[in-house]
């Protein structure tokens, strides 16, 4: 086919050889099959902004780091530079999660490179081959629907002791290899642990898959992964091995209103005696306090 003309500066370079095949054209990327060497491998081609119809929502990139003091300030202020900047933050973070998850032993697309918007990343396919479907067109048996729900389970979890959240996670980011699901479309992924919203993304992630399989196993149906996991991941408690139960008990006790005031109080008279020692200090030795 002919080259697209965003793939064309990685057939110059030599990063692929032959253009195959439009796999797909969805609201954030264009995605081809392309030859590099002697491997079939997906080039993902992000569109521009003003291309997309997925907006890049503050919930998502709420706690993610900008180590560059000068980018942050302009990305905060909605410069054009900032936002250019913005821009380039949203699409490598695609790539550095893929890099990330990968490392964690999460079944995600191996990423090959990324490079002026284009990503390059393994081909999924099923056991013949072909181009993986997604797990929306697939009809499961109760059998293959709760080994396949145990395992996006499993990979869920090391996402999240790999420190993010999918975010967008349903059975339209989900492929089906020859060993099972392959979890995809990152660019929206949730830092964990900076992410006020991450709790609540985590629970619809969970119970999106949990509704999804249920319907081919409805005993799923009453599970509580979600709840379960954050639960043990606040105490610091869940490993990317940790066997859960998929039940989840909430704390059903009731504060008592009177001890929290005594604690509250109790403060408050420390704090008002330290205040008074400083001013009696001050006097004794004639100073002007001076601020901290």
Partial sequence: MKIPKRLQPLVDDGMIDEVLVQLMS???????????GDEVRCAKVFKEAKQRSFKQAVQYQEGRKERNSRRSRAMAKKTRYGQKEQEQAWLNAEVDALYRLASAGVRVPEPHGFVDGVLLMEMITDAEG?????????????????TYYAKVIQDVVRMLCAGLIHGDLSEFNVLV??????????????????????????YRDVNNMRNYFG?????????????????LYETGELHPDSKLTGHFDADTHIANVDELMEV???AKEEEADRQARMRDDDDDDGEIPQPY
Wanted: one cysteine or more.
């Fill in 26 to 36: 969805g609201k954030e990327a264009q995605v081809y099959v392309v030859r590099c």
């Fill in 264 to 266: 509250i109080d109790d």
């Fill in 215 to 231: 319907q081919f196993a409805p005993a799923l149906l009453t599970t509580e992964y979600g709840k379960e996991m954050w639960a």
């Fill in 130 to 146: 072909n181009v993986a479907p997604r797990l929306d067109e697939v009809t499961l048996t109760p059998e293959q629907a709760e």
């Fill in 177 to 202: 290899d020859s060993s099972g699901p392959v979890i995809i479309d990152l660019p929206q992924a949730v830092d964990a642990a900076g992410n006020n919203s991450a709790a609540a993304m985590l």
